[in-house]
């Protein structure tokens, strides 16, 4: 895919922010940017944000007033390229319900993610609308499941999987190709701060996982 002249929105939470990198031009939004002069770049990752909306208790003020379908209206109005990057806070302190794939409103994970997909699609009719699943967390496995004690990160992974093929999106599988998997305790010091947010060798794997994806 040519680049040239393209402006590129990235959507998601902390780790498109660029927390756990040491500095800002660290993190993989940033590499991008800085191998892609040509295009135009912007960063839309705010820490904690999920795809859901808050159902009850209030968690953080800037989490819960940001979902990702509620900041669309301040995205520019004419990127080439979306991706959208979340769950993982869904998964790890969203009080929203799973839901039903089919669902197609704001009251549970899988309504939101389809609200979300029409959103994108009515803001961005012509433009390439990627998604980017969850990477591994420490301790994300059957016996990590959330406190409602039905739905593991996987879960999630697997809804984002199934209603971006619905839509017709691309998706960046970083939970299949990343290679990083934090349960290991090598990988975890090597390529995390904490388990869950990726350090400068984890950003500029996710950095390159994008560029390969491109190409």
């Known amino acids: 895919m040519k680049l040239e002249g393209k402006k590129i929105g990235f959507l998601g939470d902390s780790i498109t922010e660029g927390v756990g990198a040491s ?32 159902q009850h208790t209030p968690v953080n003020e800037r989490f819960d007033q940001n979902p990702f379908e509620s900041r669309l209206k301040a995205m520019e109005d004419d ?24 669902a197609n409103t704001r009251e549970s994970f899988c309504g939101s993610l389809n609200v979300l997909c029409n959103a994108l699609i009515e803001k961005y009719p012509f433009a390439k609308i990627i998604f980017m699943t969850p990477m591994h967390r420490w301790g994300e496995g059957d016996a990590h499941k959330k406190p409602d004690g039905e739905f593991t990160l996987y879960d999630y992974v697997k809804a984002i999987r199934a209603t971006a093929e619905h839509f017709s999106f691309p998706v960046l599988d970083l939970w299949a190709t990343l290679g990083i998997q934090p349960d290991i305790t090598l990988m975890r010091e090597k390529f995390t701060t904490d388990g869950l947010h990726p350090n400068d060798a984890g950003h500029r794997r996710i950095f390159e996982a994008v560029e390969e994806y491109l190409r």
């Open 79 to 102: 990127l080439d390229i979306v991706f959208v990057f979340g769950g993982t806070n869904d998964y790890g302190h969203g009080d929203a319900p799973f839901g039903d794939l089919k």
């Open 23 to 54: 500095r800002y031009e660290t993190c993989f939004v940033s590499l991008f940017e800085k191998a892609h002069p040509e295009s135009r770049v912007y960063n839309y990752g705010i820490g904690g944000t999920r795809i859901a909306f808050e």
